[in-house]
């Protein structure tokens, strides 16, 4: 009797030991498995610790880069081969390292930018507070011209296939041409009505959203003139616009919410898909066949082209409020854009007096989002 009892308690005690050992052997495993590593991005930077924490196949924010500085902020752009992210803070343009965040110095004495244009060394600033475009020397940051805008200065682009520069003039219903290479007007075109963004075919033509009408115009850049107003369909100020040159569509962020794809040669929209609450930039990505477009809710869409006329809604990444606009890197896939800190679930933009809300802003960021 007292032997069938010691043996089964030995019985037991193995079973206790066995279990313990198991334990401890995965505790151990653990301790000396490696770990998750984010790389430094230097002192004024954060990894986005859930994409650290959980690898996603698809885009996602992955760095915050925090600046600080007044609440303002609207477009922004990259210099590919220079590796240069430029981005409008307020009254002043910061330059930062396109592979690290680290700011490079900053472009002053431009009040109220809204944007600039690269063009081979040099920046063109729209100047909103000035009615003025500054030519920059992106060496030294150095301003070496003034020019005199219409009123209120907002998008300004850039078509090497004419040399000219094309400045959107929020408040005199006109558009700026300059001569990139003179750095000079060539002339001003009445487009009757509120001007955004634009785009050209690098063919003598291009096209500019009237944020105010729900159409865009179409300018002959050779004599100047505007050639036709079209209407867009099922589209309500129309903000942002990018052109693909092989399909020849255009891809215009309305800004109730919707991404309208329209045929400017034929005046029609092939296709609408939904996008997220105030939209202000649109991006193609061409070797991709990707659009991109961000919107003041803390919403990148994606939509992938399948053929002129097809389109497939890809995703929805969630970024921050305020990041509405955005420059993409075509060399590694990365996006930036810009906001500020704890903007409320009210606003989509800068607070008041620049946005239409007013509330207390954290600090300016620039974010980045990649795969």
């Not at 040099?122 to 020397?137: E, L, P, Q, R």
């Not at 209120?152 to 408040?171: C, E, H, L, M, Q």
């Not at 891809?251 to 029609?268: M, Q, S, T, W, Y």
């Amino acid at each position: 009797m007292s032997l069938q009892i010691a043996s089964k308690n030995f019985v037991v005690l193995r079973l206790i030991l066995g279990s313990l050992g198991t334990a401890l052997l995965a505790a151990c495993g653990a301790a000396s498995s490696p770990q998750p590593t984010t790389a430094a991005n230097g002192p004024s930077s954060t990894a986005n610790p859930s994409a650290t924490a959980n690898a996603k196949p698809g885009y996602h924010l992955t760095n915050k880069y925090t600046i600080g500085g007044e609440p303002g902020w609207d477009y922004v752009a990259i210099d590919p081969e220079a590796r240069r992210v430029y981005v409008t803070h307020y009254s002043k343009i910061e330059v930062l390292d396109a592979d690290n965040g680290k700011s490079l110095g900053q472009i002053t004495d431009t009040p109220g930018v809204h944007g600039i244009a690269l063009v081979k060394g040099k920046g063109f600033t729209s100047n909103g507070k000035a009615d003025t475009v500054s030519v920059i020397d992106l060496k030294t940051n150095a301003h070496v011209a003034e020019i005199k805008a219409g009123k209120k200065p907002d998008a300004i682009t850039y078509d090497p296939g004419t040399d000219r520069v094309f400045v959107s003039n929020g408040d005199s219903d006109d558009v700026t041409v300059i001569d990139a290479t003179a750095a000079k007007v060539v002339g001003t075109i009445p487009v009757g009505g509120a001007p955004e963004y634009s785009a050209a075919d690098g063919k003598g033509t291009v096209w500019v959203n009237l944020e105010d009408k729900n159409s865009f115009v179409t300018i002959d850049i050779k004599t100047l003139k505007l050639t036709r107003t079209t209407p867009i369909a099922g589209c309500e100020e129309p903000a942002s616009m990018a052109f693909d040159a092989v399909n020849r569509r255009l891809f215009i962020g309305c800004k109730n919410n919707l991404l309208a794809v329209v045929d400017p040669d034929e005046g029609r929209v092939v296709k609408a898909l939904p996008i997220g609450e105030h939209v202000d930039a649109t991006v193609f990505d061409a070797a991709n066949h990707l659009i991109f477009a961000p919107t003041g809710d803390g919403m990148l869409t994606i939509v992938r082209q399948d053929s002129a006329d097809a389109y497939t809604l890809v995703d929805n990444v969630k970024t921050m409020r305020g990041a509405k606009t955005m420059a993409f890197d075509p060399k590694t896939g990365k996006i930036f854009s810009a906001t500020v800190e704890n903007v409320p679930a009210t606003a989509t933009a800068p607070p008041k007096p620049i946005g239409k809300v007013a509330y207390d802003p954290g600090p300016f960021v620039v974010i980045t989002i990649e795969k």
